[in-house]
């Protein structure tokens, strides 16, 4: 009896002490494949994007040296150097303009008196059919009044050299005319560089006197100043060339212009000794 009661105690005891465990629902996943993530770790958010480096600002750095900063800190002396150089470009580039429409003026008249003056009947009506101020007009008319006013002392001397210092007096001035200008673009060919070199010496020597006093001498405070005082040199540079070519080129279309022009006046000499001379009434 007390052995039974003893178990039937242990029995109580063991049905007390034992919790019942829920029962556990798995889901069936193949064999071999890793079970499924936890489900916070698959609602976690997604890293978020890098911001983007804000963009670079170009900055724009001012020259402080150049032609402003050369003319504000210039004294007279390259002030005027400057202005002269100016001057000289501006003439040039003037008269080479000026004189490569007066030349093509010259050689249209040319070609016009190739083809109105010689079918004329008479060298006056030839003059006739030329325009007013071209140059062949004027020789045409400068030939025929030597051989209508060869009278009085001028009988002395013959027809035949009358009419040629007349014919080659109206050539020369012609030739005069289409000249005019050259003579300053020799000029400042051959001078401009040698002003330009004058502002440059000027100008560094007041750079190297300036860095004395101020006892700096480091390739900082050297560049600038000198560097501005070597751009009278380029500027004298630059004046000089287009002076040389144009007056080069120049010359070479007044050769051209000017053979037609003798030409026309040989010719025409030709034409007046063959006409009939005017007979003049004697009292």
Same mark, same amino acid.
């Given at each position: 009896?007390?052995?039974?009661?003893?178990?039937?105690?242990?029995?109580?005891?063991?049905?007390?002490?034992?919790? %019942?465990?829920?029962?556990?629902?798995? =889901?069936?996943? %193949? +064999? *071999?494949?890793?079970?499924?993530?936890?489900?916070?770790?698959?609602? =976690?958010?997604?890293?978020?994007?890098?911001?983007?480096?804000?963009?670079?600002?170009?900055?724009?750095?001012?020259? %402080?040296?150049?032609?402003?900063?050369?003319? #504000?800190?210039?004294?007279?002396?390259?002030?005027?150097?400057?202005?002269?150089?100016?001057?000289? +470009?501006?003439?040039?580039?003037?008269?080479?303009?000026?004189?490569?429409?007066?030349q093509s003026r010259v050689i249209r008249a040319a070609k016009k008196a190739d083809?109105?003056f010689w079918n004329a009947p008479t060298v006056k009506q030839g003059a006739d059919?030329?325009?007013?101020?071209? %140059?062949? #007009?004027?020789?045409?008319?400068? !030939?025929?009044?030597?051989?209508?006013?060869?009278?009085?002392?001028?009988?002395?001397?013959?027809?035949?050299?009358?009419?040629?210092?007349?014919?080659?007096?109206?050539?020369?001035?012609?030739?005069?005319?289409?000249?005019?200008?050259?003579?300053?673009?020799?000029?400042? !060919?051959?001078?401009?560089?040698?002003?330009?070199?004058?502002?440059?010496?000027?100008?560094?020597?007041?750079?190297?006197?300036?860095?004395?006093?101020?006892?700096? =001498? +480091?390739?900082?405070?050297?560049?600038?100043?000198?560097?501005?005082?070597?751009?009278?040199?380029?500027?004298?540079?630059?004046?000089?060339?287009?002076?040389?070519?144009?007056?080069?080129?120049?010359?070479?279309?007044?050769?051209?212009?000017?053979?037609?022009?003798?030409?026309? *006046?040989?010719?025409?000499?030709?034409?007046?000794?063959?006409?009939?001379?005017?007979?003049? =009434?004697? !009292?």
């Amino acid at each position: 009896m007390l052995k039974i009661t003893r178990w039937a105690a242990l029995a109580v005891a063991l049905l007390m002490g034992v919790t %019942p465990v829920a029962p556990v629902a798995f =889901a069936q996943t %193949p +064999s *071999g494949a890793p079970a499924a993530a936890p489900a916070a770790d698959a609602a =976690a958010p997604a890293p978020a994007a890098a911001p983007k480096a804000p963009a670079r600002a170009t900055e724009v750095v001012d020259n %402080p040296y150049g032609l402003e900063t050369l003319w #504000r800190a210039s004294d007279m002396v390259t002030k005027a150097t400057l202005l002269i150089l100016v001057l000289m +470009s501006m003439g040039t580039w003037y008269i080479i303009i000026t004189k490569i429409y007066e030349q093509s003026r010259v050689i249209r008249a040319a070609k016009k008196a190739d083809k109105e003056f010689w079918n004329a009947p008479t060298v006056k009506q030839g003059a006739d059919r030329l325009k007013g101020g071209s %140059p062949f #007009r004027f020789i045409a008319e400068s !030939g025929l009044e030597a051989s209508e006013k060869h009278t009085g002392m001028l009988e002395a001397v013959n027809m035949n050299d009358w009419i040629t210092m007349s014919i080659q007096r109206a050539i020369e001035n012609v030739q005069s005319r289409m000249q005019d200008g050259l003579a300053f673009l020799a000029t400042v !060919g051959s001078t401009a560089p040698f002003i330009g070199l004058f502002g440059t010496v000027w100008g560094i020597y007041h750079a190297l006197t300036e860095i004395g006093i101020a006892g700096q =001498a +480091s390739i900082d405070k050297v560049a600038g100043p000198v560097g501005e005082a070597l751009i009278m040199t380029a500027i004298g540079l630059a004046v000089a060339v287009p002076a040389v070519l144009g007056y080069n080129w120049l010359i070479r279309r007044n050769k051209s212009a000017m053979e037609r022009v003798r030409a026309f *006046g040989a010719d025409l000499h030709a034409v007046l000794l063959s006409a009939p001379k005017p007979t003049h =009434a004697r !009292g």
